[in-house]
């Protein structure tokens, strides 16, 4: 199983040792701190740092490169090149074996196999497999499941020890392995950019890299191919559909680094002439033909959505006027509701349009609007289906509605076995009406795939609002809809005097006519908490990494400790810090700090206000609160003091990076309020660690787990020794508990702090957004306008009033491309 490789050439030194524990990991770049005893050294806790996707505690390693001397951490040996061997000694085989590596071997029945069988261990498990069952606790099932993993361990080191020579992670050899079998290799040989195109988590840089490595030509066709996908594909996700020729070239020849566009214009000749790639001439903003490239799948969704919707508008609905109003008139009687002119209008021409759009934004009544017009439809006898894209979104139609709504994935029956929708144009729908809600999300795949399944003779009803973010897929669906002008669309625009209460919906309102809102802080009136306003400010402040750096340098200059560093800035920043000169002069950005007053300084806060040029008097720093803290102690003490414990707060962040972003705040709030503790369960995937109790978001759509990108669920329990998690979802009234194997966890991520886009379609009791100035690129302001929309009870900001004033004065410029207003006009 073990295989030794020689030392690459050249002149890096050699370490060998056993890994007793994994300092520190970065999911994100694979920069990994293991503390090492080696084999000269054995009592001694080496530090070695490496780009490594994972390590496992108790491995025995040759690690590869040199020594440094680091000016605060000391001596270091820096790997460039990892090669595992057998484990040395029974305690690191013991470590080893309990490590995850192995499925259905954890900790405890590690420690039990290498007690019973000691330094011929390997040699069980290589050649008498049989007799693990002389250990207490393994049966025939478990022998199994442990006969199965080892085997396939077996295998795929030889996939690992390629793919390492070739400068792939060797976190995607089970994903590859389980994706080729014993094909592995010979696969990424013939054709290394399959990697990019079948395995989730890696990309084509990782998969150009083999190719190179391979030998493949810079300018060889099935490198610009590969070259041309990629951009496209890059292009989908910024929610494009096409790529002019122009942008294609461009970022095929600046991703490719090639010097002649020659091979590039020949391979895309080839491909056109193979149908590989689709075109479509589209009109510039000056009515130019322009020649766009599409992937072949966006290019026919969008045609068929043009074609279905054309087709849809052309038909009629047999309705009586008459009969309609008289249903409406009665069912408001029944139900003792009172419509706006707007709403009574909209209700009964929708339900004698065949496609039709409701739009509107928060408090103008779609919700009551909707049900009067389910409720006239019903009453015809026509037969009502309910959907919206997201499981939260499906469930809130559901409850305001009063009649089951479906998440569009339950609608049309994926079918795992073929891949794909098992309702289409062969096997529709059985409705008379389909009303689809949070159709903003709607990207081109989704939208056609619910067209493909509606018979023409069902009417089709459009609920939205065109203002909040669009799909995070391709297109602009309900937009461009709307813009088209081909399909009636209806928008309600009186907001209710109940709805006038609502500071949120006042404020939603402001924000989306570029009206900046001025909310009231609780440090400047503190009887808000008590009043309930459901809308809050609250002045405060994070450090940038300028001026941690700079705090830092005066801290070290003057031998105080800096408390905010190791809290904020990354490994590499704080190691740059420390390699600075031992004197410097103060920028003129900083020429307004009093420096003995910041070396005195004893918190963070206390720091911050300290470089600021300014503090806003209502700001948390006044009471010892950052921003982050300040957060912090929303989410876990002042939120659920006011609004009951069981209230749901949800972060809603503008970016996944930064002190403020996800994926620092998760980490934050999971050790607040979910520590771990004797009896929790916990699995460490990528850096991240999974606690029972942990609150976590699907990131991707898994059509075999029936889970979708943006569910939210609950780790209800944790298996270490299979490396298995069970995370209940909520579905309606019930809850639906889902098994996750360990190649799946990474689809999953912490949810204690999810962004704004991935919080479209759902609502939270209580929200809290931070908007900083380090979120710049990010603040939009239907980004604002969808992340305040999203509270039913309490929306909190945390941050400056300069920087949710920039959100709200700047439009995302950045247009769609698009031609789906262009096919159906």
């Known amino acids: 199983m073990f295989v030794h490789d020689q030392q690459p050439s050249g002149e890096l030194e050699k370490l060998s040792g056993i890994v007793q524990r994994i300092t520190f990991h970065s999911v994100e770049t694979g920069y990994t701190v293991l503390k090492v005893s080696s084999f000269q050294k054995p009592q001694e806790a080496l530090t ?50 309990g490590s995850g590596l192995i499925k259905g071997v954890g900790p405890a029945t590690a420690r039990k196999i290498v007690k019973h069988f000691g330094e011929k261990t390997l040699d069980i498990f290589d050649h008498a497999m049989e007799r693990l069952t002389e250990v207490p606790g393994i ?18 080191r030889n996939v690992m020890l390629f793919l390492q020579a070739h400068q792939i992670s060797t976190l995607f050899a089970v994903k590859i392995y389980k994706m080729y079998g014993n094909e592995a290799i010979e696969v990424v040989k013939t054709n290394p950019y399959r990697l990019a195109m079948d395995i989730h988590g890696i990309g084509f840089f990782s998969a150009d890299k083999v190719a190179l490595s391979l030998g493949i030509a810079k300018d060889a066709p099935e490198r610009i191919g590969a070259g041309i996908e990629h951009v496209l594909q890059n292009a989908r996700e910024e929610g494009h559909c096409y790529l002019t020729q122009e942008q294609l070239n461009e970022g095929v020849m600046e991703r490719l680094s090639l010097e002649d566009i020659t091979a590039l214009d020949n391979t895309l000749e080839a491909l056109e002439q193979k149908g590989a790639l689709k075109i479509r001439l589209v009109p510039d903003k000056h009515g130019n033909i322009q020649k766009c490239f599409y992937a072949h799948s966006l290019y026919y969704d969008e045609q068929y959505i043009a074609t279905k919707v054309k087709l849809f508008v052309s038909q009629s ?72 894209p997201t499981g939260r979104a499906a469930q809130r139609m559901s409850e305001v509605i009063g009649r089951e709504a479906k998440t569009i994935h339950r609608l049309l029956e994926w079918d795992a076995a073929k891949g794909n929708f098992k309702r289409n144009e062969s096997y529709t729908l059985p409705a008379d009406v389909l009303i689809l809600d949070e159709c903003s999300m709607l990207d081109v795949h989704l939208a056609a795939a619910v067209l493909r399944a509606v018979p023409l003779q069902c009417q089709v009803v459009l609920i939205g609002d065109a203002d909040q ?56 009136k503190p009887q808000v908490w008590k009043e309930h306003q459901d809308s809050l400010f609250i002045d405060s402040e994070e450090a940038t990494s300028e001026q941690l750096k700079f705090i830092a340098r005066v801290k070290r200059l003057t031998g105080k400790p800096a408390t905010g560093i190791t809290n904020t800035l990354t490994l590499n920043e704080e190691a740059a810090i420390y390699h600075q000169d031992s004197h410097f002069s103060i920028p003129a950005k900083f020429s307004h700090v009093d420096i003995e007053a910041l070396a005195a300084t004893r918190s963070y806060s206390e ?64 050790e607040r309020v979910n520590p771990a503790s004797e009896g929790k369960g916990e699995l460490t995937v990528g850096g991240r660690v999974f606690r029972e109790g942990d609150r976590l978001i699907q990131k991707r759509n898994n059509y075999d787990l029936n889970v979708f990108n ?65 979120h710049f690129n ?48």
């Open 48 to 97: 070695v740092v490496v780009h490594q996707s994972k390590v496992f505690a108790g491995a025995t390693l040759d690690f590869y490169g040199e020594w440094i001397h680091h000016s605060q951490y000391g001596l270091q040996f820096k790997a460039v090149k990892v090669v595992e061997r057998k484990p040395a000694t029974t305690h690191a085989l013991e470590k080893y074996l």
């Open 139 to 156: 049966a025939e099932g478990k022998l199994n499941m442990i006969r199965t993993a080892w085997i396939e361990h077996q295998e795929i």
């Open 317 to 388: 609905v047999n309705s009586n006027s008459k009969e309609l109003l008289q249903h409406l008139e009665a069912y408001c009687r029944l139900h003792q509701i009172t419509l706006s002119e707007e709403q009574h209008y909209s209700v009964l021409q929708i339900a004698a349009e065949p496609l039709s759009i409701l739009t509107g934004g928060p408090g103008c009544g779609k919700t009551t609007t909707t049900r009067a017009l389910v409720g006239v439809l019903q009453s015809t006898g026509r037969q009502v289906m309910l959907a919206a």
């Open 469 to 524: 973010l669009p799909a995070v897929g391709a297109g602009n669906v309900l937009k461009d809809l709307i813009a088209s002008g081909v399909v009636p669309c209806h928008k309600l625009t009186k907001i209710f005097r109940q709805a006038e209460q609502s500071l949120i919906i006042s404020y939603a309102h402001q924000i989306n006519k570029g009206i900046v809102p001025r909310i009231e802080s609780p440090f400047h």
């Open 607 to 670: 720091e911050l206000r300290e470089v600021l040029r300014q503090v806003h008097p209502w700001s948390s720093l006044h009471y010892g609160y950052s921003a982050g803290a300040i957060i912090e102690k929303l989410y876990q003490e002042i939120i659920p003091k006011y609004y009951g414990q069981e209230v749901e707060v949800q972060i809603l962040s503008p970016m996944t990076r930064g002190s403020l972003g996800t994926a620092s705040l998760n980490k934050v709030i999971q």
């Open 710 to 774: 943006g569910d939210i669920g609950q780790i209800t329990s944790v298996d270490n020794e299979v490396m298995q998690l069970s995370v209940g979802f909520r579905a309606g009234k019930e809850i639906k508990e889902v098994a996750y194997e360990r190649d799946q966890l990474l689809e999953l991520d912490l949810a204690y702090a999810i962004t704004i886009h991935k919080a479209q379609g759902s609502e939270f009791e209580a929200v809290i957004i931070p908007v900083v100035n380090q």
């Open 778 to 825: 990010m603040l939009f302001r239907n980004l604002i306008y969808t992340g305040i929309t999203r509270a039913k009870q309490l929306a909190v900001f945390v941050g400056t009033r300069k920087a949710l004033a920039l959100a709200v004065n700047k439009q995302n410029t950045a247009i769609r491309q698009t031609a789906l207003q262009f096919l159906l006009q």
